[in-house]
């Protein structure tokens, strides 16, 4: 049926009584049955009211968080205000249709087709858009970025999903492990966003992470290192920041070779003209360095890409922990246990020494180059993506891409640029934007309802009610943190070289 609007309950019955009513046995007066109409006209009047409560109930069961359409049952959005994730102005009145595990529709109202065995979800003053996508995140860390609670993962992808961040990539973690996470999530046994992942980061004889990459000393290791991630079937390779440039060359082309991007991340050398000449594919990071005019375009003429990571950079330059207030946000108080909260109040309260407070001095400067940065290579037409690099002290999985977005939209983009940075382009930088990242039909059915209008306001990102992953509403109630379910893991210390 083609609609410009949905009815969705038309109950109801008009009439007068028959003349001529026989009441215990006696033909009634015209005073019997004015009195019997009256009091008729009074039920039906009842009955009416009954059944618009009724309507309204079921509407509100409808749109209900975490009510789950029957199996193979399409589900339609109605009313809503789309943004496709490809950066175009929003459509109001709009419509999404979802099949399995693949949207059918989605355009204006008028135009759609919603079929008649469909659950209907009304989003009138809301908006419908693609999943959030966190390139940049490490599965095993606990709270501080440094130590490591591999048992704790259900936890952040958890945290993550609740928060719509429907993909993600883990760029750095210990191999076997992050691949089966991929492997299960894939298989629909474990819940999750998509995952992506580099495996193991691969670094030089003294790795900055020694549990976390692969040590290269010889150039002799480097094919065999490519075959094994090949074999593995890694998203990318990535290089870390102890390898030369030699080494970055080397890599790269024994990559190319196999059809493998190499992704690098060599702190405040990000951006280097130096680093893009060894053939890598894009930064896991904004540059922190000044970017001149020749070396924006030199990173230009190579294709490179970015992913942002700004939240990290205000990480360490403490900024946010000013005021931890901020702990307060549903999605960070929803998800994380209480005890990640109190410790990471303690680090914000501690007195740092001098030392300390110098290398923080410093950071708000390296981050202050990384807002313009963000600007200008946006300005500049790069492939851009959205990663936190979570987590760190104040960057928690699910809350730090939203935080992210407001970042990006303060250093000078506007809400529906961030927001494609973080759907179509995400999907770009992955080579999948045919399969994810916009609503379109016969792309994937995983998408947000919101109850604002993140294209005027980009904080409304947050005022998630519904997540729809693969064609299926998520029960966002299940994935708060219980701590009656909750194992209670705690994290070990983990090793870093700096």
């Given at each position: 049926m083609r609609v410009k609007s949905v009815s969705y309950v038309n109950n109801s019955f008009s009439g007068n009584?028959?003349?001529?009513?026989?009441?215990?046995?006696?033909?009634?007066?015209?005073?019997?049955?004015?009195?019997?109409?009256?009091s008729f006209d009074g039920k039906k009047r009842k009955m009416k009211i009954a059944l618009r409560c009724l309507a309204l109930v079921l509407m509100a069961g409808l749109c209900t968080v975490g009510a789950s359409a029957g199996e193979g049952q399409p589900i339609a959005i109605v009313h809503a205000r789309l943004i496709d994730g490809m950066g175009g102005s929003p459509v109001e009145n709009a419509a999404v249709v979802v099949r399995d595990k693949t949207i059918e529709y989605a355009g204006p109202a008028s135009g759609v087709s919603v079929p008649r065995d469909a659950q209907i979800i009304d989003a009138t003053g809301k908006t419908v858009m693609p999943g959030l996508a966190d390139l940049h995140v490490h599965l095993q860390g606990s709270w501080d970025g440094i130590s490591v609670d591999l048992l704790g993962y259900q936890r952040y992808l958890k945290a993550m999903l609740y928060a719509g961040v429907t993909t993600l990539m883990d760029t750095g973690n210990y191999q076997p492990w992050v691949l089966q996470l991929r492997q299960e999530q894939a298989a629909g046994r474990l819940q999750g966003p998509r995952i992506y992942c580099v495996g193991a980061m691969i670094d030089s004889a003294d790795p900055a992470w020694p549990d976390l990459a692969y040590a290269v000393t010889s150039r002799y290791q480097i094919p065999e290192i490519v075959r094994r991630d090949k074999a593995a079937k890694v998203d990318?390779?990535?290089?870390?920041?102890?390898?030369?440039?030699?080494?970055?060359?080397w890599l790269s082309e024994e990559a190319g070779k196999e059809g493998i991007r190499v992704v690098i991340d060599q702190w405040e050398r990000n951006g280097s003209p130096d680093l893009v000449a060894t053939g890598i594919s894009g930064f896991a990071h904004l540059p922190t360095r000044k970017m001149n005019e020749a070396d924006i375009q030199f990173a230009k003429e190579h294709n490179i890409f970015f992913?942002?990571?700004?939240?990290v950079t205000e990480a360490f330059a403490r900024t946010r922990l000013n005021d931890i207030g901020f702990l307060k946000e549903p999605y960070i108080a929803d998800t994380t246990p209480p005890w990640f909260l109190t410790e990471l109040r303690e680090f914000a309260n501690k007195p740092q020494t001098e030392p300390e407070k110098k290398e923080t001095q410093e950071s708000i400067v390296a981050h202050q180059e990384a807002m313009r940065n963000v600007k200008k290579l946006h300005d500049a037409g790069f492939l851009i993506a959205t990663g936190t690099d979570a987590p760190y002290p104040g960057v928690f999985q699910g809350e730090g891409l939203h935080h992210e977005l407001e970042l990006m939209v303060e250093a000078g983009w506007k809400p529906l640029e961030a927001i494609r940075a973080s759907t179509y382009d995400a999907a770009r930088l992955m080579k999948a934007e045919n399969e994810w990242g916009s609503l379109q039909a016969g792309r994937r059915a995983t998408l947000l309802i919101i109850a604002g209008n993140p294209a005027e306001r980009i904080s409304d990102t947050r005022k998630i009610e519904t997540v729809i992953q693969d064609g299926k509403i998520v029960d966002r109630t299940a994935l708060k943190y219980d701590m009656k379910t909750d194992a209670g893991y705690r994290a070990v210390p983990g090793l870093f070289n700096p």
């Open positions: 009584l028959p003349s001529g009513l026989i009441l215990r046995g006696k033909p009634t007066t015209s005073h019997q049955m004015a009195c019997i109409q009256n990318m390779i990535k290089g870390y920041s102890n390898l030369s440039e030699h080494m970055l060359h992913i942002t990571t700004l939240t």
